[in-house]
């Protein structure tokens, strides 16, 4: 069974720029979660979607962003780079209930360096 | 902010010896869960012990939860250099969101 796959990778960007990142959950999975690792800051939870809904929100500005296709998969947005958004973007996801009944799967993450 | 505080932040071991990292929290928790990391990779769930749970076991790895002290610890026996990894507690309450700590790292020296 395939794991939560994020796309791309690395990527790099200058600030001011617009990036996209996708994420793939598990099958079976309608829940998928996005946090934030930058260094030293430890992970700060971003968005939760399940069902195609936002479900909660962490402590970011409006330019970070997202939505969840019918296929559960999704995509986050980040508008306006800034030289501190430079993180590793971790994507995870859980069966119906979430985190309350049982475990995230993780994905590999997507490392975004902002120049 | 964060809600669970992982301490000590770093520690270093011997193979073979014991690894005991703590959490506290602040608020009230349904459950706490410990991740895995390994260097700038993605987490991997290790253990899930609920509210009402004190103690749980699975393989070489011990968790305790206080909720009256809003601490948990996490006992790692005999361990390996392939434990070596950043180890974080994660706590899921009514705020509908599982927040995570700044991690333990942990080395294991062969």
């Known amino acids: 069974e395939a794991g939560v796959t994020q796309s791309p990778t690395h990527l790099i960007k200058t600030r001011g720029q617009q990036v996209t990142l996708r994420c793939s959950p598990i099958?079976?999975?309608?829940?998928v979660y996005w946090y934030q690792q930058a260094l030293g800051l430890g992970l700060q939870f971003l968005l939760w979607?399940?069902?195609?809904?936002?479900?909660n929100r962490g402590n970011f500005p409006p330019r970070f962003s997202g939505r969840q296709f019918p296929n559960y998969s999704s995509e986050l947005n980040v508008n306006a780079l800034e030289l501190e958004d430079s993180a590793l973007y971790l994507c995870?996801?859980?069966?119906?209930?979430?985190?309350?009944?049982?475990?995230?799967?993780f994905g590999e993450g997507s490392r975004l360096t902002v120049l | 902010s964060q809600q669970g505080e992982e301490d000590p932040q770093a520690l270093s071991i011997q193979e073979g010896e014991n690894a005991t990292m703590n959490c506290s929290y602040k608020?009230?928790?349904?459950?706490l869960q410990w991740y895995r990391q390994n260097s700038g990779r993605g987490l991997v769930h290790l253990i899930l012990?609920?509210?009402?749970?004190r103690e749980k076991h699975s393989g070489r790895l011990r968790v305790t939860l206080d909720t009256s002290k809003k601490s948990s610890s996490l006992l790692i026996t005999a361990s390996r250099a392939a434990d070596t990894a950043s180890y974080f507690c994660?706590?899921?309450?009514?705020?509908?969101?599982?927040?995570f700590g700044k991690g333990t790292l942990l080395t294991v020296n062969p």
């Open positions: 995870a996801s859980s069966a119906r209930g979430g985190w309350n009944t049982g475990e995230l799967f």
């Open positions: 979607y399940d069902e195609g809904e936002e479900r």
């Open positions: 608020t009230s928790i349904n459950n």
């Open positions: 012990i609920r509210s009402n749970e």
């Open positions: 099958s079976g999975h309608t829940s």
């Open positions: 994660a706590t899921g309450g009514s705020n509908y969101k599982l927040t």
